[in-house]
């Protein structure tokens, strides 16, 4: 037996060597199996990097959401809107539950949603801090740094900001003074604006602002911030949470700026990357993005992209110049004509000088940069510790306003620069409800009675607005969600105090969990037992009716999640047409050999040789073309799988920072594809070759009398 | 007539081709005894080839009886019939028909390897005391390709006799060589005979090779003229065959 088996591989050894189109079928199975193992384990090195890159950064391994929703869950957004997920109010049931299966770690509820945060404009910030600064003065409250100052430094701060007004609205004149030179764009400049600019640009104007401060602000907030159309609207994406579990869950989650937010307060950590790209200023921006790229190996001199940011720093000064009051420009102008050696007295032109950057002076200019110009201006719109209001639409249609105050930035450990990771921000769970504005039952009960207290009007949603702006409205306002829009409700005054209260109160766990939210993360002591867990929280679920419904990470990614899998099809067709087209040689090169060997095979038969043995010749002898070939194929896409993994695969864009989960991607070889490569050759060779094979079963050992033909 | 290695009675064999048959024996008889050196004679198209498949348990006769080594064919099956091959018969072809990808050693161990009987160092042992027989030990590791007519002849006999079979068939085995080769392979298969009793039934058509024989079987047109000696049988075959040359003494 043994021994026959030798005799059939040496048979179909040697028949290789003879047919040369046996070549042909050989480099095609050796191109096939090497592209299936070569792809194929990138493939899935991608896919486990990227799994790393979504369990790590927000999916975790399981994301539960409630059955009833109208979308399914896409944790990174659909065709770019979030989907529309129906509200959990049982979260301390459902953990309860989930927490008992087998496997499961850590629940981690959550809730993803946007709203648009305003950076106020230069003018619209100074008057803010003007009026705070009045008000300190007159005994009227305040942040604690204003009202502990002394009337005289009072006095100077404000003396300062008019300062800066005066140099704003002159920028502002000088601005509207261009167009009106202009005949084309004269036209586009209200009169209305020209005449207002006019009158605060007067020293009479300003005379008169120790009489009525209030007054004189007032004006300039109606008539001149409306001027500057430079207001910035970020779009910021962020995920509610319970922020100590994320943490703890989350562990490539690290801060980066600032500190975490305290456990059980209120408070947002925003996307360092988004904190980067959207809320530096973009001069100080693009100069960091001009260093990357020369550190990178690229020129200003050629590249076109760094070309358009040399140019755009040089004339997009406006933002710094607007931020800077008469004493600060003159110590600027001073410093900048130091450090350029040059006359120049107008600061536009000495900061256009100064960005004139070149890849010799690159360093130079930079350093500079952050040495005399950044420590004067806001480098970012918004700062750690500052507190965002954020507006957002309630899901019953009302802009509701919430104050969340700022602790850090944060990024994911090797996604510090994938803009799929790092475009969510991260937000308490209350703050999250607030904007939310999902009333739960009891609340709503619990809001009913205070405001039976009170003797406060129920407003109801139809006329909301009505009542809300309606005289002498009084409304009572309540942490927790409801349906009032609490802003427009209490005074300014006793606002402030009691957002001071919410941003220091801390909220026991139980406040924590208690309450609405979207979705929840599971996390899992092993990946592998994710298919496990999932059958299992099903099962849960509709025992205990909880109405969930629970998928993988890669379900909850959404399209991104699906990425893999298309281009894992996409390979699959690839693979399929290459072996397709082997089969279809080998079937004809395997039945041309048959014809071929007529004589041998009847010879074969005559002598004694059973049909068995005539199919297993034919059949080995594809076979070891096949794993022969293959095995090479196998054996390269290995190696060179193998040598990629030594220095690992750059990441080519900040994109594929998100699927190389980090700056490279370290792809690892294992067994998996293989072991299907070799199914599949297997299967291709013998599938070819069956009906050959057959045929050469069926010669009659008569042949062997015949002579060649 | 005793019951002899091969028994045939009343075998008439017809092929069809499309509507017309083909009558390549009509009505043969004809009995074999162990350790003849017989040779079956006739001009082409006489059934030489036809009667030899039949012998040879290739092909089954359309009626009448074959009985080769005590088994009539006609009752046996496809499996059978090979076994029956493989174990009683040995086959030398006229085009040689080694197997081109294997070795000298190779070939002749092939019968043996189907068979699966013998340890491979007891299959060493017959592959080249046969080799030797013919004279081929120095050749084992050489491919057929590299051999002369004469040579890849010689291991066709050993490879037909490599598993001591009762009955070796040979068609024509010297059409394919030039005289004097033909003569040395003949007289390698007479020696063989003569050594170890087997029984040779070889075909031709050239009277030189029908001096070999003991006893020559006459065909024509598919039915057996007779059975006679040599001499008997070359003096009808001259004024048959084409012209005959100067008859040469066998060895
Ligand atoms: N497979 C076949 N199909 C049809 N007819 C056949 C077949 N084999 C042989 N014949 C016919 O049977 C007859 C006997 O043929 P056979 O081959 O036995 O003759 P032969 O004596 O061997 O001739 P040659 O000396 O030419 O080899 C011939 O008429 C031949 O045409
Ligand atoms: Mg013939």
Same mark, same amino acid.
């Given at each position: 037996m043994i021994s026959r088996t030798v005799l059939l591989l040496r048979i179909a050894f040697r028949n290789l060597m003879v047919s040369p189109i046996n070549l042909l079928i050989g480099a095609l199975i050796l191109f096939g199996t090497l592209v299936f193992v070569l792809l194929g384990g990138l493939l899935d090195s991608l896919s486990r990097s990227m799994e790393r890159s979504v369990v790590g950064s927000l999916a975790g391994h399981i994301q539960i959401y409630s059955a009833a929703s109208k979308d399914d869950l896409a944790l990174y957004g659909q065709f770019g809107n979030d989907s529309d997920l129906k509200a959990i109010t049982e979260f301390p049931k459902i953990q309860e539950a989930i927490s008992k299966i087998d496997g499961v770690q850590m629940v981690v509820p959550m809730g993803v949603s946007g709203a648009l945060i305003t950076s106020g404009n230069i003018i619209d910030l100074t008057l803010e801090r003007l009026r705070d600064l009045v008000r300190a003065r007159a005994g009227q409250g305040g942040r604690e740094e204003l009202t502990s100052l002394s009337k005289e430094e009072l006095d100077a701060q404000i003396h300062a900001e008019i300062l800066h007004l005066r140099q704003i609205i002159k920028v502002l004149r000088g601005d509207a003074d261009r167009a009106m030179a202009d005949m084309l764009s004269a036209r586009a400049v209200d009169p209305h604006n020209l005449e207002a600019l006019h009158r605060v640009e007067k020293d009479e104007f300003w005379d008169g602002f120790e009489a009525d401060p209030l007054g004189t602000l007032e004006f300039l907030e109606n008539r001149i911030a409306p001027i500057v159309t430079d207001t910035t609207l970020i779009f910021l994406r962020y995920v509610g949470t319970d922020l100590d579990k994320f943490q703890h869950s989350f562990d490539r989650m690290k801060v980066m700026? $600032?500190?975490?937010?305290?456990? $059980?307060q209120r408070g947002m950590l925003i996307s360092d990357l988004i904190h980067e790209e959207q809320m530096k200023l973009k001069t100080a921006r693009r100069l960091d993005k001009i260093k990357d790229a020369l550190a990178n190996g690229r020129v200003i001199a050629t590249d076109d992209e760094l070309k358009r940011f040399v140019k755009e720093n040089r004339s997009q000064t406006r933002d710094i110049v607007l931020q800077l009051d008469a004493l600060k420009t003159a110590e600027m102008v001073k410093a900048l004509q130091d450090a350029l050696g040059s006359k120049e007295t107008e600061l536009d032109h000495l900061l256009s000088a100064l960005l004139d950057t070149t890849d010799e002076n690159f360093q130079k200019r930079y350093d500079l940069f952050y040495a005399l110009v950044t420590p004067r201006v806001r480098l970012y719109r918004v700062n750690v510790g500052d507190v965002l209001t954020i507006k957002a639409f309630t899901r019953s249609g009302y802009v509701r306003n919430v104050n969340v105050k700022v602790y850090g930035t944060f990024a994911f450990s090797g996604l510090e620069k994938s803009m799929l990771a790092g475009s969510t921000s991260l937000m308490d769970l209350m703050s999250f409800r607030d904007l939310y504005g999902y009333l739960t039952a009891d609340k709503a009960e619990e809001l009913k009675e205070i405001q039976k207290d009170t003797g406060a009007k129920t407003v109801s949603r139809e006329n909301a607005e009505a009542e809300l702006f309606g005289e002498g409205a009084e409304v009572v306002a309540e942490a927790t969600p409801g349906i009032i829009d609490p802003d427009t409700a209490i005074t300014s005054t006793g606002r402030r105090l009691r957002e001071d209260d919410l941003i220091k109160r801390v909220y026991s766990q139980k406040e924590l969990d208690d309450g609405v939210m979207l979705n929840a993360a599971v996390m899992l002591k092993d990946a592998r037992q994710i298919d496990r867990v999932i059958k299992e929280i099903q099962r849960v679920s509709d025992e205990q009716n909880l109405g969930l419904k629970a998928v993988s990470w890669q379900k909850a990614s959404g399209l991104l999640g699906q990425i893999i899998n298309v281009f894992r099809v996409l390979l699959f067709v690839a693979v399929a047409i290459i072996f397709f087209i082997a089969m279809i040689i080998i079937n004809n090169a395997m039945m041309m050999a048959t014809i071929q060997r007529t004589q041998v095979i009847g010879t074969m038969r005559a002598i004694g040789a059973q049909r068995g043995l005539i199919l297993a010749m034919v059949l080995i002898e594809s076979v070891v073309l096949g794993v022969l070939f293959g095995g090479i194929g196998m054996l390269t896409g290995s190696g060179v799988l193998g040598a990629m993994a030594m220095k690992g695969i750059a990441a080519p864009n900040d994109v594929m920072y998100f699927f190389f989960s980090g700056p490279r991607l370290i792809p690892t070889v294992t067994t998996g594809p293989l072991v299907i490569a070799l199914v599949i050759i297997l299967f291709v060779t013998v599938a070819s070759t069956f009906i050959p094979a057959w045929m050469a079963t069926r010669i009659s050992p008569l042949r062997a009398m015949q002579a060649d033909e | 007539m005793s019951n002899g290695i091969v028994t045939i009675q009343d075998v008439e064999k017809e092929y069809s081709l499309g509507a017309t048959v083909v009558k390549a024996l009509r009505g043969v008889s004809l009995t074999v005894e162990k350790g003849e050196f017989i040779s079956i004679a006739g001009p082409s198209g006489s059934g030489k080839t036809t009667l030899l498949n039949l012998i040879g348990c290739v092909d089954t006769a359309t009626r009448g009886d074959v009985v080769v080594a005590g088994k009539n064919t006609a009752q046996l099956s496809e499996r059978q019939l090979t076994d029956l091959r493989l174990n009683t018969i040995g086959f030398i072809f006229q085009s040689f028909n080694l197997v081109s990808v294997l070795s000298v050693y190779q070939n002749v161990e092939f019968p043996l390897l189907l068979q699966d009987k013998l340890s491979s160092g007891e299959r060493k042992k017959r592959v080249e005391s046969l080799l030797e027989q013919v004279g081929l030990n120095t050749h084992m590791k050489h491919r057929p390709n590299e051999l002369s007519g004469g040579q890849r002849q010689r291991v066709a006999i050993a490879r037909a006799l490599v598993t001591d079979p009762l009955i070796v068939l040979a068609d024509e085995p010297t059409a394919n060589l030039d005289s004097q080769t033909g003569q040395a392979i003949l007289d390698l298969m007479k020696s063989l005979n003569q050594q170890k009793g087997t029984t040779f039934i070889f075909s031709t058509h050239d009277h030189k090779v029908m001096r070999y024989a003991n006893a020559v079987v006459r065909l024509a047109d598919g039915k057996i003229l007779g059975r006679e000696s040599p001499e008997l049988a070359v003096a009808h075959a001259v004024g048959m065959d084409a012209p005959a040359a100067p008859v040469q003494a066998a060895s």
């Open positions: 700026k $600032g500190q975490a937010v305290p456990a $059980g | -």
